[in-house]
């Protein structure tokens, strides 16, 4: 059974539909960690992007592409989360209504940010209600497009764009990576990134990092066909809770990764401590787990120029709490 | 009386030095906050620069341009904060030694992040020392050279690496900037800044932003001569508390500065949480006196493009722990 293909074209596409919407978001190096790695690794700070998260990248892709009337129609997304800003905020930016539905018991910042972009929220019961049947069932009586937040050929291009500046800035500073860490959830950030790269810069290895205990993008990388993890809850790391991977992402990823780590909770606010304090860098421990990798040594950085998606920033004030606790 | 000038030809033999060392840091946009004041505001964001604030540049500069043998014997700063930490750390990366006269009671992050970079603490009592005479005494005794922390051209052609920076990354965004606002203690930072914007766009706006109670600059320049703070200590923003302006940078800003504006605790605070927030930068008070004179309404931006510096990220968390409270 076939899916729709990513193709660079589709990333350069994406690039020109986000131009002027979405930060081209910097590349920083941190001189204390190289000295400790003895590598060279550069974040890309996607935490610093509009919305707080690559999400953004996608979304607004997807709404770009879309027909007029359909998108005049409306969008409607599932997550509490970065994906919820994301769309949000694209639908916000074209004019067009945008639903979100929500659990009901979600963190008040990220729902106040959501309404805050003119979303209408739909609440949903976790425990009692299955979230994409509640979806449905508002498309079904009110219309609307519902933006998946990684299974779309569409949401993948728009994060591809991450690899696309990644290599335009490199090829700019004269230097050429040895790898790149990708955060990953349902692997649409891996998937466009992992294309942009086998096109652009095909000898840099592509490696997923992921919480433990819900590495079923690792795992079903090394069996070759797609697997769930067992629990849908109970990492730190709240932005790659997905249950399994996309399958269009997961298409691309076979071909285009060349590896998949794992990070504990500890390690994953170890790093968000030390963004925050060496690198005044405000990142969520989803968005942290590859510079985790690199600071517990589960990647190996010697002599070697690493980059290292940060991929969102939006983290409650008690966890980034938690986090600096633990270094003192 | 003449006092040493500042350059343009200083600036750029000073970006030679600092290059690889310095980061080029980058300029970062908050669509939020345009949309709010009904302009563009482009942060130029020292927070990320290495050791977390400007002070790196003008440290780093002036310690590459002492002759080697006077380098050797070793450098030495009075400080407590941002200026010791960039001291320590171009020393380090001489192998030199220095030696940084610090109060008995400064903030324990800051003097373990000065032992880290190798330097020797000598410790005195604000209250019944006076720190320059301990800095003078230790170097008749044990010799070096003092670095200080604005009254110096070489550590003022070192901060004006920031303006030749703007202007060259607004010249290939194709932005021509109205104004730019520049967080004053001592006046170094602006004083270099000033430089750089008076030869490469001389039709900016160039003003300062200083704690309210603490404006010893904007009054001095409003005199035409120098005067003195009636207190040393009592704002929130530790970082911008010089007693009174530098003679050789007060000699520049003279006649580049077109105006100071001045901004309260508690605007500062807000100014700190907005950029955690919004924009997911760790910034301390001192740091974002002109983000919170944007955010207050003290500077018309309104159709207007304006640069703000970041000056530095160097917060303590139980400061960030207020601001943050503040908003809730």
């Known amino acids: 059974m076939g ?46 992007q509009r919305t707080g998260s690559f999400k953004f990248r996608g979304a607004y892709n997807t709404l770009a592409a879309m027909p007029q009337d359909l998108r005049r129609r409306g969008v ?28 009901v018991d979600a963190p008040a910042t990220k729902r106040r940010r959501t309404v805050r972009s003119g979303a209408r929220i739909v609440d949903y019961d976790r425990v009692n209600e299955d979230r994409d049947k509640v979806a449905a069932q508002f498309i079904m009586r009110n219309g609307g497009t519902l933006v998946h937040p990684y299974n779309d050929p569409q949401v993948i291009a728009g994060q591809g ?21 990708i955060p990953c ?13 086998r096109e652009g810069m095909s000898d840099v290895a592509v490696s997923i990092v992921e919480p433990a205990g819900f590495d079923d993008y690792g795992r079903s990388l090394a069996l070759g066909e797609i697997v769930t993890n067992s629990s849908l809850a109970g990492s730190i ?20 990764l060349t590896g998949a780590l794992t990070v504990t909770d500890d390690e994953a606010l170890d790093a968000v401590a030390f963004a925050f304090r060496e690198m005044r860098l405000v990142v969520e421990p989803g968005g942290a787990v590859g510079m985790a990798a690199v600071l517990a040594g589960h990647f190996d950085c010697q002599d070697r120029v690493v980059i290292v998606v940060l991929s969102g920033g939006n983290i409650d004030d008690s966890v980034l709490r938690t986090a600096l606790e633990r270094g003192n």
Do not use: W
């Not at 905020?89 to 539905?101: D, K, M, N, Q, S």
């Not at 764009?161 to 860490?181: F, H, R, W």
């Not at 709240?238 to 071909?255: C, H, Q, W, Y």
């Open 76 to 103: 409607v997304a599932v997550s509490s989360g970065n994906h919820a800003q994301g769309v949000a905020e694209a639908a916000r930016l074209f004019g067009v209504p945008a639903t979100i539905v929500m659990p």
């Open 237 to 256: 790391c709240d932005a790659l809770l997905a249950p399994s991977p996309g399958a269009i992402g997961f298409a691309l990823n076979k071909g285009n």
């Open 161 to 181: 764009t991450i690899g696309a500046e990644i290599i335009s800035a490199c090829t700019t500073l004269g230097l050429e990576p040895d790898a790149i860490l």
């Open 185 to 197: 959830g349902g692997g649409g950030l891996s998937a466009g990134i992992g294309v942009a790269f």
């Open 3 to 48: 899916v729709p293909p990513v193709t660079i074209d589709d990333i350069a596409d994406a690039a020109g539909r986000i131009a002027g919407q979405a930060a081209r978001t910097p590349l920083i190096g941190c001189p204390l960690l190289d000295d400790r790695v003895g590598g060279r690794i550069l974040f890309k700070c996607e935490n610093l």
